[in-house]
């Protein structure tokens, strides 16, 4: 009788501890897929940005190629992402500050164009949007929103922003590249 109840303890235990590491994994998941709250810049190596186009809320084309020649700040984001949109402010104070030197571009990510549109006028933002990125997303391999690149006017990737930004910190990026 003993010995059973020691075996019972084992598998109880054993399956305890399979519940905890599979919480733990999904939990690590989620936090992966989902919204990154913590910023972590890392200088990307110089790598040619990919190509993308598309249409804004507007109704302008844009494409990477249109860019040529100018500095392009192009940020992943969400409607439904808190800091997303913790960070839309700051996109919107650096774009109308440095409209006239600096092109700023967002990419919504997962979204509906009514959700996104919807925080944009709601919030009175000016920033040009193209609400159907998902697929731009992927060939930037971004992972987690709000995700942003600082692309020279040569299309090189320069920067790579994860998490929430600043137009302090966009204004820093700029500085860096600019003579």
């Known amino acids: 009788m003993r010995v059973r109840s020691q075996r019972v303890h084992r598998y109880e235990a054993a399956a305890v501890l399979g519940v905890v590491l599979a919480v733990v994994l999904l939990v690590a998941a989620a936090t992966l897929?989902?919204?990154?709250?913590?910023?972590?810049?890392?200088?990307a190596s110089a790598a040619t940005a990919p190509d993308f186009s598309g249409t804004t809320l507007t109704g302008a084309q844009v494409s990477l190629s249109g860019y040529r020649g100018k500095t392009l700040v192009l940020n992943f984001m969400a409607s439904w992402c808190g800091p997303c949109r913790a960070e839309a402010p700051e996109i919107d104070a650096f774009y109308r500050e440095n409209k006239d030197k600096v092109a700023v571009l967002a990419m919504a990510v997962e979204d509906t164009e009514n959700d996104i549109r919807a925080l944009?006028?709601?919030?009175?933002?000016?920033?040009?949007?193209?609400?159907?990125?998902?697929?731009?997303?992927?060939?930037?391999?971004?992972?987690?929103?709000?995700?942003?690149?600082?692309i020279d006017p040569e299309g090189h990737i320069v920067q790579r922003l994860v998490g929430g930004t600043t137009a302090a910190k966009l204004s820093a990026a700029i500085d860096a590249i600019t003579p």
Not at 33 to 43: D, L, M
Not at 122 to 134: A, E, L, R
């Open 33 to 43: 897929a989902g919204c990154s709250q913590s910023p972590v810049t890392a200088s």
């Open 120 to 150: 944009m006028s709601g919030n009175g933002f000016t920033f040009p949007v193209v609400p159907y990125g998902t697929n731009v997303a992927e060939a930037y391999g971004v992972t987690a929103v709000p995700t942003t690149f600082v």
